[in-house]
């Protein structure tokens, strides 16, 4: 490796205003509460400025963080060289703060922009990106549940970079099945607990940035009822707090050992033993017992959201190095002279399949960005309609509920199949250290498997998301569509795209019915054998429709661009936009409808064969 490390991330900033400004105008929220201190001005500045930093200082880091990964020295974990400076630079300039309130003197800015920004810094290196993300969620919980003597102790040194946080649920025999937590809290007479028991897979649970590191433990106190009831959430700071806020004495909360990994390596992934000598205080997060799995649920949504930024990050920044390597790479003669060995070797972007790929990757980025866009587009409403429209703000937020499975599960899971194709097509050179997209593949498995499984997520949309309210916000979602589809469907050049999403529409709305039907007739094994699909169909649903709504803003545009070389670069976005939605609805979208057919068949195999006809093994 160089002594410089060189910068590898790239981002097509032209997509983001697009989003922005565009397709799901921020402006008429910028300029009035609580977005008064923003306008357009602003927030294309904050886009163009903090893509900046993260190409200048983050980017350069991330090979960095993935090959020295972390350490454990003296019972502390030393992060990879430049780490601790990327941190105070972070800060300093203020790129973690956008989303802070400026109770906490934040910025306060619209959810949408810093969506973008978080894309920015976690594409750029994923692995760091993870310790002020944990932290920021974290503070968040406090902020939300916590005393004011806590918010005031806790919150702004955690959302300023000054500590650290994370948040401890997972233990050896409890992952997916969190309410099997063991760990304990036994009541110390002073509002005071003390914490015993090991907690394992600990994103950031320890790093040399700063001088404190407030876990957030899920444990149960003596006599607490067992499962996820008696849960109660814990403060437990790695140095303990004095009243006046300043540092005293080390808590009982050592690193046990840290994972070796197979991406995400600049992250700590922490074994944490706490209460090892009896001496871990802790106090809960407010003042109620086992009520920690619905504070941890607040926090689970945010991160649930950051983890379907990551998916898009990553497999963003797969798809825009492999389309560099394939304008570049030369290899074979253009199709049209197959039969003529002298003809000249042409760049592989040239080639069918190749193309095939790169829009591939292009329609999985996209959609699952836009998705995520959406999302954010209603959270910013609820926030602007508070108070002002109180049942628009309801009907936003269910739309926030709803999607949140989708943009985890959808998100991530595109990301492993875009950066495959990523390596594929690179050829050879994909799967070597020279190109960065073999560490965007290791970096994104986990995105599927942390914060939930992707199970996990389909069964909280079947089970919980689909049902909410009475069914009324998934109704919500598919008269959106529905009304979409009607405007459209008679639209010059993408009605018979338009047409096509009525198809699925259909399809998704048929199979809401099916899933409610087995829910009824007590046919509960089927639930969870078609819930992944039912959140894939379902997110391919809504991808196609934010795609087709894209190409239809991009298609009036393109109308209007001036001729000649004035709009070329305008020009180009905009065909890209309406390509990728053609794509996405002949190539991805008949999956929503293959799928409906295959789970009326209700078929049980998968329940049906006995464990010992897997193998015999
Ligand atoms: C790099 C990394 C970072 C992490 N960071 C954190 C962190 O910061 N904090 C934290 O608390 N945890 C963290 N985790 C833990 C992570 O959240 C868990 O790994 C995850 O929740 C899955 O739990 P598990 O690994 O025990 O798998 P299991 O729960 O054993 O699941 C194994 C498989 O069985 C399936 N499964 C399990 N239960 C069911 C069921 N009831 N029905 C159907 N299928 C089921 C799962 O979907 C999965 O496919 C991290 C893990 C890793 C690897």
Redesign the pocket.
């Known amino acids: 490796m160089s002594s410089t490390p060189q910068n590898r991330y790239k981002a097509d900033l032209r997509e983001f205003k697009f989003l922005l400004f565009e397709q799901f105008p921020l402006q008429p929220m910028l300029g009035t509460a609580p977005y008064e201190a923003w306008g357009q001005d602003e927030c294309s500045m904050v886009v163009e400025e903090s893509y900046k930093f993260c190409c200048d200082v983050l980017g350069p880091l991330n090979a960095v963080g993935d090959r020295e990964g972390c350490r454990v020295e003296g019972g502390r974990v030393k992060t990879p060289t430049g780490f601790p400076d990327a941190w105070k630079r972070l800060y300093e300039a203020g790129w973690k703060t956008l989303a802070t309130s400026p109770e906490y003197d934040g910025q306060g800015a619209p959810h949408m922009l810093t969506l973008a920004v978080e894309e920015f810094l976690c594409g750029a290196n994923p692995a760091f990106n993870m310790y002020g993300g944990?932290a920021h969620g974290a503070a968040e919980v406090i902020s939300h549940f916590g005393t004011a003597r806590q918010k005031s102790l806790y919150c702004r040194n955690m959302l300023h970079g000054v500590w650290g946080g994370?948040?401890?649920?997972?233990e050896p025999q409890?992952?997916?099945?969190v309410g099997s937590a063991r760990t304990s809290a036994k009541r110390l007479g002073d509002g005071k607990y003390a914490i015993s028991g090991t907690?394992?897979?600990?994103?950031?649970?320890d790093q040399d940035f700063t001088d404190n590191v407030v876990h957030l433990v899920l444990a149960r106190v003596e006599g607490a009822p067992p499962g996820t009831k008696g849960l109660s959430l814990f403060i437990v700071p790695a140095v303990r707090v004095n009243e006046d806020g300043s540092l005293g004495e080390r808590n009982d909360v050592n690193v046990g050992s840290i994972?070796h990994?197979m991406g995400?390596n600049g992250?700590a992934?922490c074994v944490l033993n706490f209460g090892e000598e009896g001496k871990c205080v802790a106090e809960l997060v407010g003042e109620a017992e086992n009520v920690g799995i619905q504070q941890m649920f607040m926090l689970m949504n945010s991160a649930r959201i950051g983890v379907g930024i990551q998916g898009v990050s990553v497999a963003s920044a797969a798809y825009l190095s492999a389309l560099e390597y394939a304008k570049d790479r030369k290899q074979g003669a253009s199709i049209t002279n197959w039969k003529d060995p002298t003809a000249p070797r042409v760049p592989i972007i040239e080639h069918a399949d190749v193309r095939r790929m790169l829009l591939e990757m292009k329609a999985r980025v996209e959609g699952p960005r836009a998705l995520i866009m959406k999302l954010a587009y209603h959270s910013d409403n609820v926030r602007s309609l508070k108070g002002k429209d109180d049942a628009s703000a309801a009907y936003h937020q269910g739309q926030v509920d709803l999607l949140v499975p989708l943009v985890k599960a959808y998100s991530t899971d595109q990301a492993w199949k875009v950066c495959e194709l990523a390596i594929q097509t690179y050829g050879g050179a994909g799967y070597t250290r020279d190109y960065p997209v073999e560490q965007c593949a290791r970096d994104a498995k986990?995105f599927s498997?942390?914060?939930?499984?992707?199970?996990?997520q389909a069964?909280d949309l079947v089970g919980r998301k689909l049902p909410q309210n009475g069914g009324a916000n998934m109704q919500a979602f598919l008269g959106d569509v529905a009304r979409f589809i009607s405007e459209n469907e008679r639209h010059e050049k993408l009605g018979p795209l338009v047409k096509e999403l009525a198809g699925a529409h259909e399809a998704v709305a048929g199979m809401a019915m099916r899933m409610l039907s087995w829910f009824q007739s007590g046919r509960m094994q089927m639930v969870?054998l078609a819930a992944n699909r039912v959140l894939e169909m379902m997110s391919e649903l809504c991808c196609a429709w934010l795609l087709l709504d894209a190409a239809r803003i991009a298609d009036a545009a393109l109308a209007k661009l001036p001729a000649g070389e004035g709009g070329a670069a305008d020009r180009a976005f905009y065909l890209g936009k309406i390509h990728v939605a053609t794509y996405f609805v002949k190539n991805i979208l008949p999956n929503a409808k293959h799928t409906a057919e295959v789970l009326a068949k209700e078929d049980t195999s998968a329940i049906d064969i006995p464990v010992e006809a897997f193998a015999a093994t």
Request: aromatic fraction near 6%.
């Open positions: 944990l994370t948040m401890c649920l997972t409890a992952g997916s099945d907690k394992i897979f600990i994103s950031g649970g994972e990994k995400i992250n992934t986990i498997i942390y914060e939930g499984t992707n199970h996990i069964m969870p």
